[in-house]
């Protein structure tokens, strides 16, 4: 009989996945086709928060083109393999739906990847929201998971817990929430929708 694989929560999930995520590095960025990072090109001096920053595979570059990068993560794991890879990124271990941050202090909040592992992305937009500037962007993706992938760890294999949102949905949310659309692109692979980017406004 097969042996079932365990779900585990993003925090111990993810601390187990951070010495091989970089491995996937390219097969993250072809979800995103470059888009993210050209919504983010005047970012030099800006204040950015990356949520689910994860090991920095955004932070870095931003940082490299003069942002003032904090980079948010519940898993110290992640956060420690972005440490290593630059030294002028604050870092802080927390949840999304809980900034520990003061109101209106980021030019720009970013969240690639991090949605799939919120049940509900709501809070963590009106979090987003309070935390951004008057006229600050909120640039979030949106990938089509319908189950959690298994992901190879040094303790064997395992899950981390993930939820699907519709991409109308998502848009929905961040309305009510009085963000201003700017953008969407739909990421597709032949005739299916991969990852869905948003560009926000408050
Ligand atoms: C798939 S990784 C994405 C990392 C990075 N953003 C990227 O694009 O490569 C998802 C990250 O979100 C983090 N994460 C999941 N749930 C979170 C939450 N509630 N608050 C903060 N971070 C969370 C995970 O620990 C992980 O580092």
Redesign the pocket.
């Known amino acids: 009989m097969a042996k079932k694989i365990k779900i585990l929560p993003?925090?111990t999930?993810?601390d187990l996945a951070?010495p091989r995520?970089d491995d996937k590095?390219d097969y993250?960025n072809s979800f995103e086709q470059g888009k993210v990072l050209t919504y983010l090109q005047d970012v030099a001096g800006k204040k950015v928060l990356?949520?689910?920053?994860?090991?920095?595979?955004?932070s870095v570059e931003l940082s490299r083109r003069g942002a003032l990068v904090t980079a948010?993560?519940?898993?110290s794991e992640?956060l420690k393999v972005l440490a290593k890879k630059n030294k002028y990124i604050e870092l802080a271990i927390?949840?999304?739906?809980y900034l520990p941050f003061g109101n209106e202090v980021f030019d720009y909040v970013?969240?690639?990847?991090?949605i799939?592992?919120?049940r509900d992305p709501k809070q963590?937009f009106d979090e987003a929201y309070r935390v951004l500037k008057d006229g600050g962007r909120l640039i979030v993706?949106n990938i089509n998971q319908a189950e959690a992938p298994e992901v190879e760890t040094d303790a064997g294999p395992i899950k981390?817990e993930s939820f699907y949102h519709r991409p109308e949905a998502v848009m929905k949310k961040l309305e009510e929430l009085a963000y201003t659309i700017e953008k969407e692109d739909m990421v597709f692979e032949g005739d299916v929708w991969v990852n869905q980017i948003l560009v926000a406004k408050k």
Do not use: P
């Open positions: 993003s925090d999930g993810y951070a995520y590095e993250l990356d949520v689910g920053a994860g090991t920095g595979r955004l948010l993560d519940v898993s992640m927390g949840d999304a739906e970013i969240a690639t990847f991090l799939v592992h919120l963590f993706t981390i």
